[in-house]
Structure formats: structure tokens, C-alpha cells
């Protein structure tokens, strides 16, 4: 008989582990029938459960996030693969971060669940079967991956699309082959460097500050940023665009601390390798900015590489 697959579930929390407690809905462990679902699903799996918290999303920190990929990565040896739980809200981010902290040294999937456990349309018990089937495929090997509502995405690449509906991490890269979730984000946009030398302290990372700034119609950003900056991400519209106001301003404080364009747009991506607006890239460049090295991130996971890319003491821009 050949040798069980072992898979270690790491729980974070979210919305896939709320239970109602006086009419709350709080974050716990998540329920020990359902895992028992998860494990009756594939008798040649060994699954063990570690419960690493039990947390909304929008409360984890970077630091914890280092912490779990340390965590992950000290038992790669013992396991065919990871599946972390966590919520929605975030899950995204969470991702990205360990997309950039693992660097390719383990399998790992990441799920949750739009829906409650309480909810009759709960999605939590399909998400985690798709995670434990996914992290299996030779395709995952050494990728973070995200297994929500039917769908396969790239931790590069996922973005959380509605609030509510169950396809809310439907893929935004096309191809060619809609049965076959694994796509090609990965080979678009390569591995971002070496993992973060033993995943950062996390009291360190935990104290960079990093505001994202929103331009609009009128915006002025300059009184947005605090003084305890250690660097910012500006979410602009459509390809960078910044009024000339706000370029003047910001290259004063872009000289002082590193400051990140990205576009606010949904599916944000841009051409890393040419200038549409022929000189515009440039010229922003030109004042300080970082554009190129960020296409194609939202502002939210565009702040996790400006962290751990950039400002970790040691650290070189990727």
C-alpha cells in the first residue's frame, strides 16, 4: 500500500470559523465536524490541524504573517503540502505576503469562506475540499495558490471582487482553458526574490509605517502623510495618473522615503516593460517614484512588498 499524502491545515480564523455566541458572530477554531468532512473526502490523505489563531482578517499584522510563514516552513519536511485558513476580507493580502516571505519552498493553499458556517449557503466545507485537492496537483509545487468557490488562483494575482458573492476570487487572467483553474500568473509575473531572511522580526515589521493614499478629483495628498512615514503607496487613477500639483509635492517627500504608484483600478494591471504615454513613466520616475516593480499589484499587497521587499533593514528593492 503506498504511503498516505500528509496535509497540515493551518486555521487563522475569519469567517469560515465564526460561531454565534449571544447573538455575536465571533472567530473561533474552526469546527471539528467539518474537518471531519475534509478529512472523510479523501481516505489517502493524512490531515492534521493546527489552530495558529483565531482572528477576523482585518486584525492580523505583517508580523504575524511572518510568524506563520516561519511556522509553515520549519515543518515543510513533514508534509505534502499546507492549506490555510483565513478570512475573505483579507485573504488576499495574507497570499501575497506569503507568496513573498516562502519564496517557493513549500506548497500552499490558501481558502475561507463568504458565508458562515451558520449560513444555509455556507461555502466553507467546498472551499476547504478544493484547497486539499488543489495543494496535491504537481502544478502547486512550490506556489501559494488561493482555492475559493470553484476557482484557482495565483496569490500574485487573486483579487477579491465583491463583498458577498460566492465567486467573489473568480480569475482575472485568462487561459485559454476555463476547466483548468491553475492558470498562468505565475509564469507572467516570476518569482519576486528571496524570502525574507529568517521571515523578518515581526516586532520590526510591525512598526513600519506605510499609509496608502487614495488621488481623486481634487485630492491633495501631501497633508495625508504622516511624519512617521517610513513609506507610502499612492493608488492612482487609471496608469498613475497624478495631477501635476500632487507630482510637485510628493517628489520633496519621495526623495526622503520610498513612495509606490499603483493603479486603483480593479484589474490594475499595466505593462511593466513599455510607456504607453510615451516620457509620462519616466518622467514620474524620474522625480522618485517606484512604478514598474509594482505593476500590476493592488495598493493593498503593493504595501506588503514596499514592507517586505524594501524596507526591512538589509533589505534591497526588488
Known amino acids: 500500500m503506498s504511503e498516505r499524502h500528509r496535509i497540515l491545515v493551518v486555521t487563522l480564523g475569519g469567517t469560515i470559523a465564526l460561531r454565534l455566541t449571544d447573538g455575536r458572530a465571533q472567530a473561533t477554531a474552526l469546527d471539528a465536524e467539518l474537518l471531519s468532512a475534509v478529512r472523510a473526502a479523501n481516505t489517502a490523505v493524512s490531515v492534521d490541524v493546527h489552530e495558529f489563531c483565531a482572528l477576523d482578517s482585518v486584525d492580523l499584522t505583517l508580523g504575524q504573517l511572518c510568524e506563520l510563514a516561519a511556522f509553515l516552513a520549519s515543518r ?23 507568496h513573498l516571505l516562502l519564496d ?8 475561507g469562506a463568504l458565508r458562515p458556517p451558520y449560513a444555509e449557503s455556507f461555502d466553507g466545507l467546498d472551499n476547504l475540499r478544493l484547497a486539499q485537492r488543489t495543494v496535491l496537483d504537481k502544478r502547486a509545487s512550490g506556489r501559494v495558490l488561493v482555492a475559493l468557490g470553484g476557482s484557482i488562483v495565483d496569490a500574485r494575482s487573486v483579487t477579491k471582487a465583491s463583498a458577498f458573492r460566492l465567486d467573489a476570487f473568480a480569475p482575472i487572467y485568462s487561459n485559454g482553458d476555463a476547466t483548468d483553474g491553475f492558470g498562468t500568473a505565475t509564469e507572467q509575473h516570476p518569482n519576486e526574490g528571496s524570502a525574507v531572511q529568517q521571515y523578518a522580526d515581526p516586532a520590526v515589521v510591525d512598526r513600519i ?14 497633508p495625508s502623510i504622516p511624519a512617521t512615514a517610513d513609506g507610502c503607496v499612492v493608488a492612482c487613477p487609471g496608469g498613475f495618473s497624478m495631477s501635476a500639483r500632487n507630482v510637485e509635492a510628493l517628489a520633496d517627500v519621495a526623495a526622503r522615503i520610498p513612495i509606490a504608484l499603483v493603479s486603483r483600478c480593479l484589474h490594475g494591471e499595466f505593462p511593466a516593460d513599455e510607456d504607453p504615454y510615451p516620457g509620462y513613466l519616466r518622467a514620474l520616475e524620474g522625480n522618485g517614484f517606484l512604478i514598474r516593480q509594482f505593476a500590476g499589484l493592488s495598493p ?15 533589505r534591497v528593492a526588488a
Open 76 to 98: 515543510r519536511e513533514r508534509y505534502d503540502g499546507f492549506v490555510v485558513s483565513t478570512g475573505t476580507d483579507t485573504l488576499e493580502e495574507v497570499a501575497y505576503a506569503l
Open 104 to 111: 517557493g519552498q513549500l506548497s500552499l493553499v490558501v481558502t
Open 209 to 222: 509605517v506605510v499609509p496608502i493614499l487614495h488621488a481623486s478629483v481634487g485630492s491633495e495628498l501631501l
Open 300 to 314: 493593498q499587497k503593493a504595501r506588503v512588498k514596499l514592507i517586505l521587499r524594501t524596507l526591512l533593514p538589509g
